[in-house]
């Protein structure tokens, strides 16, 4: 037996996050992406339960163009936690006609992926979506508050957010609106990453160096894929790569990697000097590119 | 996190313009904590903007609104870290308009930045930062003579504006060892992380050594344990058939298996069977902890009720008198009716009588029928139900509560416990 726990700050107050939403809403889920940040979602939730089970499911909006090793993961990661994952797929949203596919260079279903998102909150009558954001990320993201009140369109009032007071979470709303809650606000990515060290938590293959088919556009790394729009001059060439972040294919860039072990990555992630969004494509489309998106309903 | 860093929590305040994100934004380039893509952007943008130097304040005003006009309008959260340190700043902003913003960004803050512009000296929007600073019991302060390259980093100036500040801190509950005074340029980051040549004449250390050498045990003064209920665990599975875990966070004090503890609202008395941290059974915990308690005996103990050490009892009433902040546009009335929050509990709030509204210089008080936007006053409440509560000053997570709206829900005015 432990002689005496000595909290890690961060950790506790997530736990505290979570089990509020649990307490406060009568059906929350969790938004799960099969990337680091939700995988630490799914272990914060467990700690803030144990020996219960999680009592909330998982919703996964899948573009269709996820690496397939991210699903496997998230397969293999529901069936050992006897968790509930929920489906819900872009290509049926494509298929509705509520949204149209892009075409060309920088074509990509993330942005598109809101829609699907917002159906299936209407669908199942969700009332608080639990996300793994971090107010880190992004300059737009460090304005969130940690219960973020949406609209019936999922839209994000950034001048007329709730004031939250100490560890004091108003989770009151509506008929029709619904709160995304973002219990890992105050970690960094390295944060992050360190805590998968310690807790020894796995992640999927694509976090660690592995070669792969790529070609370079813009500085950056993409990959060579059927889902990914690539130009006859454009050449595809096999590197050393892995990936910081995991979106779909088509908006998540590799970075050069040796780093083979957790220690590596974090390791290298110290050393960084490109911030972790600096490998998303979709943030590069204009200054305010996170804000306009979460406006509309986007994370 | 793993690496034993500490934490330390700071919100920078001061008036309008007084270089608070400019401050920040130097404190990340200066410790190399803005990426070599931010850093582009900073340039893109201040470029853009026809500035010949690199206006940092765009490293936190993320808002399109904020980098259009310049100002900082809501709270921003910032990371970064040293060898020993993780910080978290809240960026506050300096409008009037938006001091609601910075009690927010200060409420879950140690330590605060007050900003002042050398030209101006110490202003109206000062009086009312170090007035809520005090207010909200922060434990330390540090004041940050900014902009010294436009006074030709004049001693003078300083000496002036500290003796200034000097005759606040009197009337306030501080004493001296809690304010430190460094005279800075942001701008040009002199005293940020790099001991300025420009200003022999001050002797201290950097404002970046001076928060390193700040020590989170002492920005956290201690207090008795509280234990509201968050959370009732029963998994009901074959396995942990008869498990009943009271989950929460701790606050003030350690708890241990063991303890004789009272149960509030019921005065019932019980002992600490077990304390669990997710898979560990652990045999005491210290504040700040997310953990679930078993209980020796069977209670009735649910969401919104506390376990407190027996003969540490909080005061238990329907009646509370509190300062109140306004953080809503709807102004606070008498006969007003809400939904107080108190931690994770939540009972029904009737305003009894406002008693006077409190001059945030430090000179009194007057009457007042309704508390607006961003007044700060004195308030007798009416409860539907008792609360266990402490005085704000002796216990900080257990003497504040927020009222809520009873139609539209949004959160209008912070407490504070007598
Ligand atoms: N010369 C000089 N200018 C400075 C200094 N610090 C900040 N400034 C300038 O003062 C202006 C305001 O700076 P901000 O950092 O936006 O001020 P702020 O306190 O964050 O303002 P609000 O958040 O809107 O209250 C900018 O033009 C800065 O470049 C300094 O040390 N020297
Ligand atoms: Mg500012």
Known sequence: MNNLLIPNPKEAESIHIIREVAAQFERPVLLFSGGKDSITLVRLAQKAFYPAKIPFPLLHVDTGHNFPETIEFRDKLVEELGLELIVRNVQDSIDQGKVREERGRYSSRNSLQTTTLLDAIEEFKFDACIGGARRDEEKARAKERVFSVRDDFGQWDEKNQRPELFDMLNGKIHVGQNVRCFPISNWTELDVWEYIKTENIEIPSIYFAHEREVFFRDGMIWTANEHVYREEHEEVMVKMVRFRTVGDMTCTAAVLSEAVSLDDVVGEIRESTISERGARIDDKRSEAAMETRKKVGYF | MSENRKLIKIATAGSVDDGKSTLIGRLLYDTKSLTTDKIEAIERSSKQRGYDYLDFSLATDGLVAER???????????????????????????????????????????????????????????????????????????????????????????????????????????????????????????????????????????????????????????????????????????????????????????????????????????????????????????????????????????????????????????????????????????????????????????????????????????????????????????????????????????????????????????????
Request: hydrophobic share 40%; net charge negative; proline share 3%.
């Open chain 2, 68 to 418: 259009e006009q310049g100002i900082t309008i809501d709270v921003a959260h910032i990371y970064f870290n040293t060898e020993k340190t993780n910080f978290i700043v809240a960026d506050t902003p300096g409008h009037v308009e938006y001091t609601r913003n910075m009690v927010t960004g200060a409420s879950t803050s140690q330590v605060a930045i007050i900003l002042i512009d050398a030209r101006k000296g110490v202003i109206e929007q000062t009086y009312r930062h170090f007035f809520i600073a005090n207010l909200l019991r922060i434990s330390h302060v540090v004041v940050a003579i900014n902009k010294m390259d436009l006074v030709d980093y004049d001693e003078e100036v300083y000496l002036k504006i500290k003796a200034d500040f000097d005759a606040l801190v009197a009337k306030s509950d501080f004493t001296e060892d809690q304010i430190t005074f460094i005279p800075v340029s942001a701008l040009k980051g002199e005293n940020i992380a790099r001991k300025s040549e420009k200003m022999p004449w001050y002797v201290g250390n950097t404002l970046l050594d001076h928060l390193e050498v700040l020590e989170p045990a002492d920005l956290e003064p201690s207090s008795v344990a509280r234990f509201p209920v968050q959370y009732v665990i029963r998994p009901k599975t074959e396995a942990w058939h008869d498990f009943r875990g009271f989950s929460g966070m701790l606050y003030g004090g350690n708890l241990k298996v063991g303890d004789e503890v009272t149960l509030l609202p019921s005065l019932n008395t019980s002992t600490i069977k077990s304390i669990h941290y997710f898979d560990q059974e652990i045999q005491e915990a210290a504040p700040g902890s997310s953990i679930a308690v078993t209980l020796a005996t069977e209670v009735d103990l649910s969401r919104g009720d506390m376990l407190v050490k027996s003969g540490e009892l909080p005061r238990s009433d329907k009646r509370l008198t509190a300062t109140i902040c306004q953080v809503n546009n709807k102004p606070l009335r008498i006969g007003g009716k809400y939904i107080l929050q108190h931690g994770v509990n939540r009972v029904m709030a009737k305003v009894d009588q406002i008693e006077s509204r409190i001059h945030t210089d430090f000179t009194g008080m007057e009457e007042a029928v309704q508390l607006k936007l961003n007044d700060i006053g004195r308030v007798h409440f009416r409860l539907s139900k008792p609360i266990h509560f402490d005085s704000y000053h002796s216990n900080k997570s257990n003497g504040s509560f927020i009222l809520i709206d009873e139609a539209e829900y949004d959160t209008v005015s912070v407490g504070f416990i007598e």
